[in-house]
């Protein structure tokens, strides 16, 4: 900044200067300092009629000096002196910025100045570019206008808005990367979770037997545009079928209550088996929904064991090794030998009779070892027309783990029907 010499004259009412020394003249100012540190200074006429003094200043301003001698005040009134700021020193941040959650505006946008080596603002400069980036933490997102031109030695950003993760620290930093200043640091700060906007599978469905219960339990969360857990919002979530190879129905609780953000599946079941499922969840927030990782429905891992015996690439459940006409998965499910055809423990069909009258059974095999077969008896008067049988009477005739020897009789007499047709099922095929 700057020194001014100040001078008061002695002279006559006619305006002749009078070369009279040890008149006490007093001096005020509103800005900056005399040379006794002060804001009010005595000094003496010298014998030219002439009070000299000298006024500084570190603060840019402008400074309104009054001259008086006792109780009379210089004629010509005040003087002022304007102290300009010097050239930048320092980048320094105004005003904080302040935000609460992710994804939204600063509450509190952010100042810059440029200040000269007394932190006085720049005042002149409106050329120096300030540019605002992320100085610290993982996961942070900055957006708006992040480049700024200095305007009367200030930046005033407007339309900033951050997301990041919940619980990391982030700080910003201000630069102006065309001048040797070193950059400002905001304080650091953390930020809440934004608005629920995702839908994202926290588990994810795993490869289950067929009517078996998908392990471990699904589980859908609530998320921000940054992947912060919603904890705070409720919301009913649906699990569908998305990819569905086997045509398959999903059984079980499919739509849930999120319990601190997250909603837990833990009977879901599919009836088919076949590779290439997919679920998609949704909610009633119409939150954007999500598909899960494609996963498979399987027989049960007793199948597994039970194919060892046949040769690598010919173990599908729905493959034919040797061409018998009966799928690996049959043969599993009648206790079959994998590699022989043994068409003789297939489901057969004869009648029961009695004095009373004649009814169609059909007796098969049937295992216990593997809960995710379920057989079902259908009964039909066409070929085409087969429909669950309501009410047979079973009977077990043979129990030789892993399988038992079942007999299935219709309750309606044949007598009843011109034709009538037994079969056994095996759900999921």
């Not at 006792?70 to 300009?84: C, D, K």
């Not at 969840?281 to 064991?305: D, M, N, Q, R």
């Not at 799928?327 to 022989?340: K, W």
């Not at 043979?398 to 399988?403: G, K, L, R, S, V």
């Amino acid at each position: 900044l700057e020194t001014a010499l100040i001078i008061v004259e002695l002279r006559d009412a006619s305006g002749n200067p009078i070369a009279e020394s040890g008149v006490t003249v007093s001096f005020t100012t509103t800005l900056g300092a005399f040379p006794n540190g002060n804001q009010t200074i005595s000094v003496d006429t010298d014998e030219n009629g002439l009070a000299t003094t000298w006024l500084s200043s570190t603060v840019a301003g402008l400074a309104a000096i009054n001259a008086s001698i006792g109780e009379i005040p210089v004629t010509n009134g005040s003087a002022e002196i304007e102290f300009h700021p010097g050239p930048a020193t320092e980048l320094s941040l105004n005003v904080e910025p302040v935000i609460e959650r992710a994804g939204d505006l600063f509450t509190v946008q952010p100042v810059v100045s440029l200040r000269d080596a007394f932190g006085n603002i720049v005042s002149f400069d409106s050329e120096t570019e300030i540019r605002v980036a992320i100085a610290a933490g993982d996961g942070g997102n900055l957006t708006g206008t992040t480049s700024l031109q200095i305007t009367g030695g200030v930046a005033s950003f407007t339309d900033l808005t951050f997301g990041g993760i919940v619980g990391e620290t982030y700080q910003l930093e201000f630069a102006a990367p065309d001048t040797d200043l070193a950059p400002a640091f905001s304080e650091p700060f953390e930020i809440l979770a934004g608005p629920a906007q995702l839908l994202v599978f926290l588990q994810q469905p795993s490869d289950t037997a067929v009517h078996q219960t998908i392990e471990p339990p699904l589980s859908v969360a609530l998320q921000d545009g940054f992947g912060n857990l919603i904890s705070n919002q409720s919301d009913s979530i649906t699990l569908s079928l998305g990819e569905n190879p086997g045509n398959a129905d999903l059984t079980g609780t499919s739509t849930v209550e999120t319990i601190d953000g997250v909603a837990t599946f833990s009977d879901l079941k599919i009836d088919r088996i076949a590779e290439g499922y997919t679920l998609i969840a949704t909610s009633a927030a119409e939150l954007t929904a999500v598909e899960s990782e494609p996963f498979a429905i399987t027989a049960g891992p007793g199948y597994a064991v039970w194919a060892e015996a046949l040769p690598e690439g010919l173990r599908g459940e729905d493959q034919d090794p040797g061409g018998f006409g009966i799928p690996n998965i049959l043969r599993y499910a009648f206790d079959l030998d994998p590699l022989v055809p043994e068409y003789d423990k297939l489901p057969t069909i004869s009648i029961v009779q009695d004095e009373t009258g004649e009814w169609l059974s059909i007796q098969f095999q049937r295992r216990t070892d593997d809960p995710s077969l379920i057989y079902t008896i259908e009964a039909g008067d066409e070929l085409d027309a087969f429909a669950l049988l309501e009410n047979p009477i079973l009977e077990i005739i043979d129990n030789q783990p892993p399988a038992e020897t079942v007999v299935a009789t219709d309750p309606r007499q044949i007598s009843e029907s011109n034709r009538r047709f037994l079969r056994v099922r095996l759900l999921g095929w």
